[in-house]
């Protein structure tokens, strides 16, 4: 669900404006209701994150990496060197403290983000799942994507999405965005109800959602 700030007024259509700081602002009728509000965001949500892109886009100056062997790059909260060849099969990256691509080239960028991809599709369904019987909270279904604009989100259907870029931070983080997925299966929305259900199953959240705020760049990397 995207977060967003409903401002009322005597206006008689809704508009919907996203900030250079990625906040969304949804100006709107006074009648209209919530239900109606948060479905006309829904319908708008390609274009927001369109929006946001763009702005990001112009904001964020991205480190620029050389990926030689031996520069660090973040897994799970860490950070582990490249290293070129051969990896073991099944190799943990966490016991072997090392990220094992190919072989150095022109896309190295594209295979480290292959890297990334692939780790995140081992762990997330398996933690997602696993929480999911802790909770009660059962999606349809885990999508994993490339989402720049956020971490996760639920749809009305109960399918959850993650961005692979999640696999970044550290493994509490990724279990708070899980949860806060989750909880929205039993409110869609944000309400003081939803942050009781996320409080719920994972007691620290604001300490990892303030983790987000500060770091969630370094991820966009
Ligand atoms: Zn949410």
């Not at 030689?68 to 950070?79: A, C, D, P, R, S």
Request: glycine share 4%; charged share 25%.
């Amino acid at each position: 669900m995207l977060d967003y700030r409903v401002i009322r007024s005597e206006r008689k259509t809704l508009a919907i404006e996203v900030r250079a700081n990625g906040e969304i602002w949804v100006r709107a009728p006074r009648r209209l209701t919530t239900r109606i509000i948060a479905e006309m965001v829904a319908e708008r949500t390609a274009w927001i994150e369109k929006k946001r892109s763009e702005l990001q886009a112009e904001q964020v100056v991205r480190p620029a990496h050389t990926y030689h062997e031996g520069e660090m790059h973040l897994y799970l909260g860490q950070y582990l060197p490249l290293f070129y060849g051969d990896a073991l099969a099944s190799e943990n990256p966490v016991l072997s403290n090392r990220i094992v691509l190919g072989k150095r080239s022109a896309h190295t960028a594209t295979s480290l983000e292959h890297w990334y991809r692939k780790q995140a599709n081992i762990l997330f369904p398996v933690m997602v799942n696993e929480m999911a019987r802790h909770t009660n909270l059962i999606p349809t279904r885990l999508s994993i994507t490339s989402a720049r604009t956020r971490w996760g989100s639920c749809s009305a259907r109960g399918a959850i999405s993650l961005s692979w870029r999640l696999v970044m931070a550290p493994i509490a983080v990724i279990e708070y965005v899980m949860v806060h997925e989750l909880a929205h299966l039993r409110e869609h929305n944000h309400s003081a109800r939803f942050w009781k259900v996320v409080e719920q199953f994972h007691p620290q959240y604001r300490e990892h959602r303030e983790w987000l705020k500060v770091n969630g760049r370094i991820l966009l990397g």
